[in-house]
């Protein structure tokens, strides 16, 4: 019915309907294509969940027939794909991906109809972070943070760098990676400051990345660093104690440059 030699542009509908006990159930068309080739994909390495973007190059994409859809599948994780043109495509990836272990990646691979999967010797590897530890510091220092994840021992590990902050106000400073699951970095001291108006204590969103900008690298998530001002201590009492002995000791601070601490309401804790 279909040819090999067929042209990329051509296509064939046919009638496609199922016979139960005799009665004929129509379907609507089916339609024949050429299979797709995928040639190159990049990047190779992106964040588990973000912005990230994917660009496949190969032959003969499109999406001019009827019921044509489109779709990346990465590992078993499925994202929508745009045509640039007849030979590029981009992958948005929307998903949150699985992360893998060391020497492991997620497949990548593209259909024109989200089920049948061009063959593709390539593969993705996301990265990602579990926790911060401390997730806290004070604002006018560096505090050096443990950062656990999956995914940082990779070929660009020489260009790890941390971010705290929004897209409109934020501090970049360098990673360095210690193994696939750990990563320090230390907090700005200088780049960043509170607002005039801000208490005591404010949480910024904290994300990793590896690329260039351009494939917008960093991860997004849960994970948030808490800047504080340092208190400014005034007294304490006592000012010695006996040798072995428990003793209870008081520590005061200006009023103005105070502690600081969790305000609970019910289950639900502010800052």
Same mark, same amino acid.
């Given at each position: 019915?279909?040819?090999?030699?067929?042209?990329?542009?051509?296509?064939?509908?046919?009638?496609?309907?199922? *016979?139960?006990? @005799?009665?004929?159930?129509?379907?609507?068309?089916?339609?024949?294509?050429?299979?797709?080739?995928?040639?190159?994909?990049?990047?190779?390495?992106?964040?588990? &969940?973000?912005?990230?973007?994917?660009?496949?190059?190969?032959?003969?994409? @499109?999406?001019?027939? /009827?019921?044509?859809?489109?779709?990346?599948?990465?590992?078993?994780?499925? /994202?929508?794909?745009?045509?640039?043109? +007849?030979?590029? $495509?981009?992958?948005?990836?929307?998903?949150?991906?699985?992360?893998?272990?060391?020497?492991?990646?997620?497949?990548?691979?593209?259909?024109?109809?989200?089920?049948?999967?061009? #063959?593709?010797?390539?593969?993705?590897?996301?990265?990602?972070?579990?926790?911060?530890?401390?997730?806290?510091?004070?604002? +006018?220092?560096?505090?050096?943070?443990? $950062?656990?994840?999956?995914?940082?021992?990779? &070929?660009?590990?020489?260009?790890?760098?941390?971010?705290?902050?929004?897209?409109?106000?934020?501090?970049?400073? &360098?990673?360095?990676?210690?193994?696939?699951?750990?990563?320090?970095?230390?907090?700005?001291?200088?780049?960043? +400051?509170? #607002?005039?108006?801000?208490?005591?204590?404010?949480?910024?969103?904290?994300?990793?990345?590896?690329?260039?900008?351009?494939?917008?690298?960093?991860?997004?998530? #849960?994970?948030?660093? @808490? *800047?504080?001002?340092?208190?400014? *201590?005034?007294?304490?009492? #006592?000012?010695?104690? /006996?040798?072995?002995?428990?003793? &209870?000791?008081?520590?005061?601070?200006? /009023?103005?440059?105070?502690?600081?601490?969790?305000?609970?309401?019910?289950?639900?804790?502010?800052?």
């Amino acid at each position: 019915m279909v040819l090999d030699d067929w042209s990329a542009t051509a296509y064939e509908s046919v009638n496609f309907h199922v *016979l139960i006990d @005799r009665s004929k159930h129509d379907f609507g068309n089916f339609h024949y294509y050429k299979q797709i080739e995928v040639e190159n994909v990049t990047p190779l390495m992106g964040p588990q &969940e973000g912005k990230g973007s994917i660009y496949i190059t190969g032959k003969d994409f @499109r999406d001019d027939f /009827e019921n044509a859809k489109l779709s990346c599948r990465i590992g078993n994780t499925l /994202e929508t794909a745009q045509i640039i043109d +007849s030979e590029t $495509v981009r992958c948005s990836i929307s998903n949150k991906l699985p992360l893998v272990e060391q020497g492991e990646s997620l497949s990548v691979s593209l259909a024109l109809n989200s089920y049948s999967w061009a #063959p593709s010797i390539y593969s993705f590897k996301p990265y990602g972070i579990f926790g911060l530890y401390p997730s806290s510091g004070p604002i +006018s220092d560096s505090t050096n943070i443990l $950062v656990t994840g999956k995914g940082f021992d990779n &070929e660009l590990k020489e260009n790890a760098r941390c971010k705290f902050g929004t897209d409109d106000n934020y501090a970049v400073v &360098e990673a360095q990676v210690l193994d696939n699951e750990n990563l320090i970095c230390k907090s700005p001291s200088e780049e960043m +400051s509170l #607002p005039d108006d801000a208490d005591q204590v404010i949480s910024v969103p904290f994300s990793v990345a590896f690329q260039e900008d351009i494939y917008y690298p960093y991860t997004e998530g #849960p994970q948030k660093f @808490r *800047l504080y001002k340092h208190p400014v *201590l005034t007294d304490i009492w #006592p000012v010695e104690a /006996e040798v072995g002995k428990l003793t &209870e000791i008081y520590v005061t601070a200006d /009023e103005a440059d105070g502690f600081w601490q969790r305000k609970y309401q019910h289950s639900t804790f502010y800052y």
